[in-house]
Structures are given as C-alpha cells and as structure tokens.
C-alpha cells in the first residue's frame, strides 16, 4: 500500500502580478536562517551555490510564525523565505519545487 505524499498548502495567496522569475546560475543562497544544512538544502535543489551572484534566495528566521509555517516572496531578483523552524523552511522548499514544476 502506498502512502500518499501530504504537500503543504498555503493558507494565503497573492498572485496580483504575474511574473516569471527563472532561478539560474545568477542566483544565490543568503542564509540567515540559524538552522543547520537548510541553505545547503535549497542551494542543492535550485542548483545554485552560496556566492555572490546578483540574484538572492534569502532564509530568514521569523519566531513570530508557528513550528510548521513559512512565509515565502517571490519577486524578480529575489526569494524570501522566512520560517521559524526547519519544518516551516522545508515545507517551503516543497512549494517552491511544487511551483517551478507546475501541477
């Protein structure tokens, strides 16, 4: 019997604009999210390192939100994560996956 995979659902949404934000080999991982390997995590998913490119995947603490929550901003540019915990970053990175390869 198979499992089926539970994928986190955001509780809101703003598509106001609709823009397409490509991440490529322009973009880095600015971490300063105080947990341990996540930015290692989403530079090995979105393929991209932890240097100095232009373009920013920023993880952000925010203790304001629950153990699983995670507040996420896509702009051109530049990705803000923010999470509390590790289960918020990472259920963040499973959105993310969720979006850049479509339903």
């Not at 991440?23 to 240097?51: L, P, Q, Y």
Request: hydrophobic content about 40%; overall charge negative.
């Amino acid at each position: 019997m198979r499992i089926p995979e539970i994928m986190p659902t955001p509780k809101q949404m703003d598509l106001s604009t609709e823009q397409t934000v490509l991440v490529d080999h322009s973009w880095r991982v600015s971490d300063h999210s105080d947990t341990i390997d996540i930015g290692t995590k989403f530079a090995e998913a979105f393929c991209i390192g932890m240097n100095d490119a232009p373009n920013e995947v920023a993880l952000r603490r925010d203790s304001s939100l629950g153990a699983e929550e995670y507040r996420l901003g896509i702009a051109p540019g530049r990705i803000e994560v923010s999470a509390a915990h590790r289960p918020g970053f990472m259920h963040a990175l499973a959105t993310i996956s969720q979006l850049r390869n479509g339903p």
